[in-house]
Nanobody
């Protein structure tokens, strides 16, 4: 499956952005979807993941209550709505697809990765 992320940009602290990740090449609804981020000089970290049906989202503690992951299986797209952004949210955000049966937090649990989209939050 091929993944294409978009929606990154520059935003002031407290602002919002919505990232999208469009999938192609296979049946989207067969894949767990996740978002990860990597800040400069840091390791990749889990942000959010969502089950096949769109229920049971999982979030990193650092984004819980501020970010919302959702998916539209009819549009083969997963979204990440990011509100109340903070400078520490600045990173390259990547989407990933997993053949697992339940949302995974570890990047090793994902089979396919899209290119990243840069999110920069100014203070």
């Amino acid at each position: 499956v091929q993944l294409q992320a978009s929606g990154g940009g520059l935003v002031q602290g407290g602002g919002s952005l919505r990232l999208s990740c469009a999938a192609s090449g296979d049946t989207f609804s067969n894949y767990i979807m996740g978002w990860f981020r990597q800040a400069q000089g840091k390791e990749r970290e889990f942000v959010a993941a969502i089950s096949l049906s769109g229920s049971s989202p999982r979030y990193a503690d650092s984004v819980k209550g501020r970010f919302t992951i959702s998916r539209d299986n009819a549009k083969n797209t997963v979204y990440l709505q990011m509100n109340s952004l903070k400078p520490e949210d600045t990173a390259v955000y990547s989407c990933a697809a997993s053949r697992a049966s339940w949302p995974r937090r570890h990047p090793g649990g994902y089979n396919y990765w899209g290119q990243g989209t840069l999110v920069t939050v100014s203070s």
